[in-house]
């Protein structure tokens, strides 16, 4: 079991006398920066000219450029994309650190894999809220907060733990538990739910089945709800009350149903296609994939990004959502 800290853990002492930089003002940059200010703590914001130094502005912060930010700053929190960050950590920020400062990230892909090496004198931590940006805004403001991870790959000043505690606390994340973990645990389990479940798995299940009741003669519109739609709520019910709680709510029809079919499409077959997936991540082979598709300017991905969107599940979801009042002021479609 992970080692859990509330707030009684981690006080904020460690960033009081220290000034921390967010480098990227994005959905992350942007909720984490105000917490941090919100909670006491000095911020400034690392950036490029264009949108992101503009917003970082209006919002109230200083904003400087990347390589002034690692000279002031005492904590730098990286939160550019993952396949953008090894490229702007050797040309604009290990030019200028110096020892004693800590690297911060939200995930562990560049470390674990080994696409930035930090120099030995530097703490180097992690602090992963289990929360998008707004979200993680919104709860802070609620006077609630989002459940961290937190990890130290490198302990030079010997705070780092210390650190990395009292950051999760001024993000809002003591308030619903931080978890210690390690880089390549945090790292290896995210890609493999967003792969497996989050961002895989389950829209392909969503696809298929669409497909399997629309092959067989069913209307568009009704698969779409019973295979899309619904799924919000069976979802908001494990969120709130787990698995267990979900079954307890919905139906005897729909639970005996679940029960007895669900092992039927989870077969023996997909949890070897599972263990697949994780060992594909653990060998470094998706990395290695990610890495490549980049450098060759992304054909794979753009490709699968047209088919995705082409999907007649798409062209079937825009006509119902647009009837639908509460989405024009809640989501937007791509």
């Not at 079954?247 to 070897?272: C, K, M, N, P, W």
Request: proline share 5%; charged share 20%.
């Amino acid at each position: 079991m992970a080692q859990v800290y509330s707030d009684a853990d981690a006080p904020l002492t460690p960033l009081l006398h220290r000034t921390v930089a967010i480098i990227g003002y994005g959905s992350q940059g942007h909720a984490q920066a105000q917490n941090l200010r919100d909670s006491g703590i000095k911020v400034i914001v690392g950036a490029r000219m264009g949108l992101s130094w503009e917003r970082a502005q209006a919002d109230g912060f200083e904003v400087c450029t990347i390589p002034e930010a690692v000279a002031r700053a005492d904590v730098l929190m990286l939160l550019v994309n993952d396949e953008a960050q090894p490229a702007l950590y050797r040309e604009q920020i290990a030019p200028h650190l110096r020892p004693g400062q800590t690297l911060g990230f939200a995930h562990g892909f560049n470390i674990h894999y080994g696409q930035i090496t930090p120099p030995e004198d530097v703490d180097v931590i992690l602090v992963s809220p289990k929360a998008v940006g707004p979200q993680l805004r919104r709860l802070y403001l609620q006077g609630h907060g989002a459940p961290c991870l937190i990890a130290v790959h490198q302990d030079y000043t010997g705070e780092a733990k210390a650190i990395a505690l009292a950051y999760a606390r001024a993000l809002g994340g003591t308030r619903a538990g931080v978890y210690e973990t390690t880089f390549r645990e945090e790292c290896e389990a995210d890609l493999f739910g967003e792969q497996a479940v989050l961002c895989g798995g389950v829209p392909a299940l969503i696809r298929a089945a669409f497909e399997t009741l629309v092959e067989a003669g069913y209307a568009p519109e009704v698969a779409y709800f019973e295979c899309l739609h619904e799924l919000k709520l069976i979802t908001d019910l494990i969120y709130e009350s787990g698995i267990r709680g979900m079954l307890f709510a919905i139906s005897d029809t729909a639970q005996y149903g679940a029960t007895t079919r669900g092992e039927r499409i989870i077969d023996a077959h997909v949890r070897e296609n599972l263990r697949a997936v994780l060992r594909d991540i653990q060998t470094g082979q998706f990395a290695r994939e990610w890495i490549l598709e980049n450098l060759a300017g992304r054909p794979v991905f753009r490709a699968l990004e047209r088919a995705a969107a082409e999907h007649p599940i798409e062209q079937v979801g825009e006509v119902v959502r647009a009837r639908m009042a509460f989405h024009k002021s809640s989501t937007q479609t791509p």
